[in-house]
């Protein structure tokens, strides 16, 4: 699994927030999707061997919500019990 950061444009009403993380975790591979409302970010944590960065960073800017940046870590670790 990687995490990524995508920069957008301010975020002008709350209705997005729905939009943005239920179109991203529709998408295959995506686990997580967060909108930062406030930071104007979206965290993501995706499976890198399905998804990308760019691909997501696509679905973003085709709902109407331009990517100024990304940022991805490297590969997490997720613990399972």
Same mark, same amino acid.
């Given at each position: 699994?990687?995490?990524?950061?995508? %920069?957008?444009?301010? +975020?002008?009403?709350?209705?997005?927030?729905?939009?943005?993380?239920? %179109?991203?975790?529709?998408?295959?591979?995506?686990?997580?999707?967060?909108?930062?409302?406030?930071?104007?970010?979206?965290?993501?944590? +995706?499976?890198?061997?399905?998804?990308? !960065?760019?691909?997501?960073?696509? !679905?973003? @800017?085709?709902?109407?919500?331009? !990517?100024?940046? @990304?940022? %991805?870590?490297?590969? !997490?670790? @997720?613990? %399972?019990?």
């Amino acid at each position: 699994m990687k995490k990524a950061v995508l %920069t957008m444009e301010p +975020f002008t009403c709350p209705s997005c927030i729905k939009k943005i993380e239920g %179109t991203l975790l529709k998408v295959d591979g995506v686990k997580h999707a967060k909108v930062l409302f406030n930071a104007g970010k979206v965290r993501i944590e +995706f499976d890198s061997a399905v998804a990308n !960065v760019d691909a997501l960073a696509d !679905v973003a @800017t085709r709902l109407g919500y331009p !990517v100024l940046s @990304t940022k %991805t870590s490297k590969d !997490v670790v @997720t613990e %399972t019990a």
